[in-house]
């Protein structure tokens, strides 16, 4: 798990870094971030929609080896989605 969080950590930091040097400056990489904000969103809802459906298949498995873990499952259903939320909220709050 450990290197799989790193790993996604070196390809944001690669796409980033790439995408200054494509675009001559920071400011100039930030901007074509914010005009093309609603595309990675939409992107962004259909990873959303994929790992909710992977998550129900998952979930519908797991319900029935382990009947006792509705308590478990709703608590990190719910942090999820208000994390998801958040973040989402976050980035389109940002002037």
Do not use: C, D, K
């Not at 519908?60 to 989605?81: C, D, F, M, N």
């Amino acid at each position: 798990m450990l290197l799989w969080s790193v790993l996604v950590i070196l390809v944001a930091v690669a796409v980033n870094v790439i995408g200054i040097r494509e675009f001559g400056s920071i400011s100039r990489w930030a901007h074509w971030l914010q005009a093309h904000r609603v595309a990675f969103f939409l992107w962004r809802l259909f990873v959303y929609g994929a790992t909710t459906f992977g998550w129900l298949w998952m979930r519908r498995r797991l319900r029935r080896r382990e009947p006792t873990a509705l308590t478990s499952l709703l608590r990190v259903e719910i942090a999820a989605v208000v994390l998801i939320l958040t973040l989402e909220g976050l980035a389109f709050y940002r002037p």
